[in-house]
Each structure stands twice: as C-alpha cells, then as structure tokens.
Nanobody, 123 residues
Framework: QVQLMESGGGSVQAGESLKLSCTASGSSYGRRCMAWFRQAPGKEREGVAIIDSDGSATYADSVKGRFTISQDNAKNTLYLQMNSLKPEDTAMYYC?????????????????WGQGTQVTVSS
C-alpha cells in the first residue's frame, strides 16, 4: 500500500510560479509511474504530467514549456514546478501513482491518489 500527500498549493497572480510536492510512503515494488492530474470545478480530471521510473516525462500540451515534473527517489518525493501560471491553471492538483511497465495518461490507470492541493491563479 502506498500513501501520497501533496503540498505547495496556494493563490498566486498570473505569471507567477508555484512548486508542488508529493511525498510517497509505504511499501512498493516494481516500476512506478508518477503523475500529476488536475480538476477544475465542473470539468473532468485531466493529466498534467507523467514521469516514469527512468525519469522520462510527458506533458499535456497546455502546460508544455511552463511546467516541469521531477522526482527525488532518495526522498521518495515527486515535484511539479509550475511557471508562467495562467488563470486557466486554477484547479485542484492531485498526485497519483501506478505500478506498471508502461505509463499511461488516463486517470483510470492510477491506483494511488493523494488528497489534492488547490492552486488558484488570478488575473
């Protein structure tokens, strides 16, 4: 069982930056996919960024060039550096994990979820 806990959300102005963290605890084995998802009010949950055990990352088109996903395996922590934030980035951000040889973008592929951290960007 794996527990995930996010931190680092907050309220910022457009153009500013935030860095989200997600600390994982508990027992786990095998290749792991870690991801950030977000969900705005009235909208479906969407994938933001994914990183696999080798450190290869993929991003949603809407955040490419602005967001960077990274992980510190020694600290068992996942990060999301968010720069040049826009009002449309406002959402609850969730950390998720899946144990798989292939990392998929669908939220249905992820078994473990954090409680979420709110990011609000004002214009």
């Amino acid at each position: 069982q794996v527990q995930l806990m996010e931190s680092g959300g907050g309220s910022v102005q457009a153009g500013e930056s935030l860095k989200l963290s997600c600390t994982a605890s508990g027992s786990s084995y095998g290749r792991r996919c870690m991801a950030w998802f977000r969900q705005a009010p009235g909208k479906e949950r969407e994938g933001v960024a994914i990183i696999d055990s080798d450190g290869s990352a993929t991003y949603a088109d809407s955040v490419k060039g602005r967001f960077t996903i990274s992980q510190d395996n020694a600290k068992n922590t996942l990060y999301l550096q968010m720069n040049s934030l826009k009002p449309e980035d406002t959402a609850m951000y969730y950390c998720a994990a899946a144990y798989s040889n292939v990392c998929y973008g669908s939220s249905h592929e992820y078994n473990y979820w954090g409680q979420g951290t709110q990011v609000t960007v004002s214009s």
